[in-house]
């Protein structure tokens, strides 16, 4: 029986839930007992406590727990993978790989506590010692997503404790393993119990609680828009500060002079793996007319080989989507496209009928959409990229522009000058040349523009912009004339 974990306790409400597996719905891997408001309270109050201890611990020393906790997560990664993957339904594979990002973050974060936390100014006045600190902020709730639900997670409670706030963590109600893991991980690497506290419940159920609470000093949320717009309403009037990851709809642009093999491999990892649900997944690809027909057979050549299945198949290349709604809205999607008479190159159906009920949908190529279609400007966060053609690098920007996203951007092409233009002219926080449009470092800044971000950039050392908050000291020593 899966629980929440507030100061190091375990908390059992009164609510029961299964976790599923999405691949053969039929298999339940937990229960957990889901927490309440009152258990959202405890761990406030336990975080709020526990705070100006961990504050004043030496920086090295908070540090070292995160280093740790980077090694039982190696040590432990084939049983969190295994987990991971059964509970979320991305293949085996990926699931490892997100286990070692998520150490890894852990890992560069430790370094990040011994890097410098102020900065000395020259004062007007000879005797003053003029400087600055970054220091915590206090309570950080983070609410996080199920899509990556380790390596989300790690990003922001991985610099949230090495600069010495103390965190309430929120995960997606439908991978309480994986978050348990996590948290195990932390509190078995001797961080203080109650530095980092889980709250197992539901959004809906223990969202306002956490948002507006009075001792929660600063948000960090990644999920959807509607959700993330409406929790910075209620935390911003409540004077939080805010950090919001929100949708994309992200486009990959080949040009004619593309590596057309290169191009379409990449296309199809981005907008294939995981089942598209990254917040960087594909999902528009604009094709330059010269190659549209020569791209458009490439790429659902590769999403008709690539096998979808069991995800801890080793043959599997994409497993399930991850739970029931997200099959109920990528078949809306699917049925859309149909009653707006899209071409369908490749794929176009669920799979629901394998025999086990898994979440499963095949890997979908799509063209003759209108751009204005639903379709076309709407997240979908499953396995569907919809081609567009462009008759000119210029339309091909426009189009790559035209949405109220702007997470990542991708473009295929041989010409530099081309490559350096799009750099700039791509609204979007991360441009990816010749690379698809999702995967991502750890050590550089990742956020988006419009829609798709709020608040100062996640990962790299920009993180410490959102966990850490100014002071400014005027040090004058009364003998020092
Ligand atoms: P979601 O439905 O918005 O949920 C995100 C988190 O918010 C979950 O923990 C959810 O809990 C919680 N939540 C729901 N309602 C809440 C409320 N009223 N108050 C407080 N918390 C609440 O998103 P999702 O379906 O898990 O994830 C998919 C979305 O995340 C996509 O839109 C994707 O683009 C986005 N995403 C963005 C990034 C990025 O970095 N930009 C990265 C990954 C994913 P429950 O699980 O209990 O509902
Ligand atoms: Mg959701």
Not at 5 to 34: F, K, M, Q, W, Y
Not at 337 to 361: C, K, M, Q, W
Request: proline share 6%; hydrophobic share 40%; with cysteine.
């Amino acid at each position: 029986m899966l629980a929440s974990i507030v100061g190091g306790h375990r908390r059992e409400g009164d609510e029961s839930v299964v976790d599923l597996n999405p691949a053969s719905p039929d298999e339940h891997l937990a229960t957990t007992r889901l927490a309440g408001p009152e258990i959202v309270s405890e761990a406030i109050d336990a975080a709020a406590d526990a705070f100006p201890e961990w504050r004043d611990t030496p920086s090295p020393d908070r540090g070292s727990v995160l280093r740790r906790a980077a090694d039982l997560l190696e040590e432990r990664e084939q049983q969190i993978a295994r987990d991971l993957a059964s509970e979320e339904g991305k293949t085996l594979g990926e699931a490892l790989g997100e286990t070692r990002r998520a150490a890894a973050i852990f890992r560069y974060y430790s370094g990040q506590t011994l890097e410098p936390d102020g900065e000395t100014y020259p004062s007007h006045s000879p005797q003053t010692f003029l400087f600055t600190r970054r220091e915590p902020l206090g309570v950080v709730a983070a609410i996080t997503p199920w899509n990556f639900p380790i390596a989300i997670p790690a990003w922001k409670i991985a610099p949230a404790i090495a600069f010495g706030n103390s965190v309430v963590w929120k995960p997606a109600e439908i991978v309480p393993l994986t978050s348990t893991h996590l948290a195990a991980a932390l509190h078995d690497a001797s961080l203080p119990a109650a530095v980092l506290n889980l709250v197992l419940g539901r959004g809906s159920i223990v969202g306002d609680g956490l948002v507006a609470h009075e001792r929660v000093d600063a948000l960090s949320f990644t999920g959807s828009n509607a959700v993330g717009r409406a929790i910075q309403l209620k935390a911003t009037a409540a004077g939080k500060k805010v950090q919001l990851e929100l949708g994309g709809k992200n486009p990959a642009v080949v040009l004619a002079d593309a590596d057309l093999e290169l191009a379409a491999e990449h296309v199809a990892r981005g907008a294939f793996l995981s089942a598209g649900q990254k917040c960087t997944a594909t999902s528009r690809v604009i094709v330059e007319q010269a190659v549209f027909d020569e791209f458009s057979e490439r790429l659902a050549a590769i999403a008709k080989s690539w096998p979808v299945g069991d995800p801890l198949d080793e043959d599997t290349k994409v497993g399930p989507l991850s739970c029931e709604p997200q099959l109920e809205t990528v078949s809306a999607y699917l049925r859309r496209a149909e009653s707006e008479n899209a071409r369908i190159l490749a794929g176009g159906n669920t799979l629901i009928d394998d025999g086990r009920r898994g979440y499963f949908v095949e890997l979908t190529v799509l063209t003759d959409l209108p751009p204005t279609s639903a379709v076309v400007r709407e997240e979908i966060f499953g396995p569907v990229a919809a081609l567009l053609p462009a008759s000119s690098y210029d339309q091909a920007v426009h189009l790559a522009n035209d949405t109220p996203f702007g997470l990542t951007a991708a473009l295929f092409t041989r010409d530099l000058g081309k490559a350096l233009r799009f750099s700039r002219d791509a609204r979007a926080g991360v441009v990816k040349i010749n690379q698809e449009s999702a995967g991502l470092e750890y050590q550089v800044p990742f956020g988006g523009m419009r829609e798709s971000s709020s608040g100062t950039r996640e990962q790299g050392k920009v993180a410490r912009d959102f966990f850490t908050q100014w002071k400014t000291i005027y040090l004058d020593a009364p003998g020092d004339r």
